[in-house]
């Protein structure tokens, strides 16, 4: 239980075009879902939470209107990153937890982006 | 500023010994500890938690937590060549969870 599935896995996209990303929560509903970043042999940094029904909340240093967060539905929270340039290649990943469950949050599989 | 400190390594143990990872955390009011495992190019799995004083088991893996030295460790018994990796400590403060810098394992055969 408390799967989270995120797609894509991989995208190369033009510098300057759109990427969305998706994060399911499959067997739970996820109120709260967590995005981060990580960069090549670095630890993974929280970019921002996203809450079901209302505006995501940022880390400072993460420009909102570059990544954009919508979580429409308690299963589905999306991260669209707008006029991408190379530097915002990474590995992006998102996770949930589920109510009730003490092993804490449950990792999507990552989204290697590149931008060419 | 919450934070979580891990020594980076690389820790390099021959197959079979004991390793031993180590992480503090600043903020006394953390509620639950974990530890996940990254390989290169994938997203952290979960390896065990720990909320008490103490240590708790599980196959191979211990977690030892003291609270009172806001220090919480992993131990590895037996350790593979399938145990390299990158192990991340998180703390979880309220709805938020803090991660270290990760230290990386290399058990060498």
């Known amino acids: 239980g408390a799967v989270v599935s995120q797609h894509p896995s991989w995208v190369i996209c033009k510098s300057g075009t759109s990427v969305k990303i998706e994060c399911r929560s499959l067997?739970?509903?996820?109120?709260?879902m967590f995005w981060y970043r990580q960069f090549p042999k670095q630890s993974l940094m929280l970019m921002a939470t996203?809450?079901?029904?209302?505006?995501?909340?940022?880390e400072q240093g993460v420009e909102k209107d570059k990544f954009l967060i919508n979580h429409a539905s308690l299963t589905l929270s999306t991260l669209t990153v707008t006029s991408a340039h190379p530097e915002d290649s990474s590995f992006y990943i998102c996770?949930?937890?589920?109510?009730?469950?003490?092993?804490?949050?449950?990792f999507g599989s990552g989204t290697r982006l590149t931008v060419v | 500023q919450k934070e979580v400190e891990q020594n980076s390594g690389p820790l390099s143990v021959p197959e079979g010994a004991i390793a031993s990872l180590n992480c503090t955390y600043s903020?006394?009011?953390?509620?639950?500890f974990f530890w996940y495992r990254q390989y290169s190019g994938k997203s952290p799995e979960l390896i065990m938690f720990?909320?008490?004083?103490g240590d708790k088991e599980d196959g191979r893996f211990t977690a030892q937590l003291n609270k009172a030295s806001q220090y919480v460790s992993l131990l590895i018994r037996d350790s593979q060549p399938s145990d390299s990796a990158t192990y991340l400590c998180?703390?979880?403060?309220?709805?938020?969870?803090?991660f270290g810098t990760g230290t990386s394992l290399t058990v060498i055969p």
């Open positions: 996770s949930a937890r589920a109510a009730g469950r003490e092993e804490g949050y449950t």
């Open positions: 903020d006394r009011g953390s509620q639950s």
């Open positions: 067997d739970f509903q996820a109120t709260t």
């Open positions: 998180a703390v979880n403060f309220g709805n938020q969870f803090y």
């Open positions: 720990i909320y008490s004083n």
């Open positions: 996203s809450n079901e029904g209302s505006k995501a909340t940022y």
